[in-house]
């Protein structure tokens, strides 16, 4: 080949070289390339007074009962009052997108010996009942809980 052919060859690669740079990712939506359209729940549906069950380690005779009472702060966020044997825990922590989950932080008060502190998660089933998790700080697994309203 001559080394004419090579420097037009070296160009013309060159050359297209932008244009595959301009090729468009994914969908604005996402990889799936579905829409995020307007939140599809209302982070009121959390408010109220919950009876909630939930597992615990083997040695606190769980499934476990106690109420979970959602209310708001002066914030308009979530806020939450987990009654459990001990002071009560309190929740607090951010909606998800579609206004369906809340996630954040619990911790009881000072009061108890040992209080507990961790993260949870909680899901919006429907108007009679939430589903999710909780863990305990240092524990390595997450337990289920549960809540029908009152």
């Given at each position: 080949m001559s080394?004419?052919?090579?420097?037009?060859?070296?160009?013309?690669?060159?050359?297209?070289?932008?244009?595959?740079?301009?090729?468009?990712?994914?969908?604005?939506?996402?990889?799936?390339?579905?829409?995020l359209g307007p939140p599809t729940g209302n982070a009121a549906d959390f408010l109220g007074v919950w009876d909630l069950s939930w597992d615990g380690p083997i040695d606190f005779r769980c499934p476990c009962r106690g109420t979970l009472t959602i209310s708001t702060n002066r914030n308009g966020d979530l806020e939450g009052h987990w009654k459990m044997n001990g002071p009560?825990?309190?929740?607090?922590?951010?909606?998800?997108?579609?206004?369906?989950?809340?996630?954040?932080?619990?911790?009881?008060?000072?009061?108890?010996?040992?209080?507990?502190?961790?993260?949870?998660?909680?899901?919006?089933?429907?108007?009679?009942t939430l589903t999710g998790s909780y863990q305990p700080d240092g524990t390595a697994i997450p337990f289920r809980w549960s809540g029908s309203r009152l």
């Open positions: 080394l004419q052919r090579l420097m037009l060859l070296a160009v013309l690669v060159l050359a297209a070289a932008p244009a595959q740079a301009q090729l468009s990712g994914p969908p604005a939506g996402g990889p799936t390339g579905q829409f009560a825990a309190r929740l607090s922590g951010p909606m998800g997108f579609n206004q369906d989950v809340w996630i954040g932080r619990f911790a009881q008060s000072g009061d108890a010996d040992f209080p507990m502190r961790g993260h949870f998660r909680l899901e919006y089933r429907d108007e009679r």
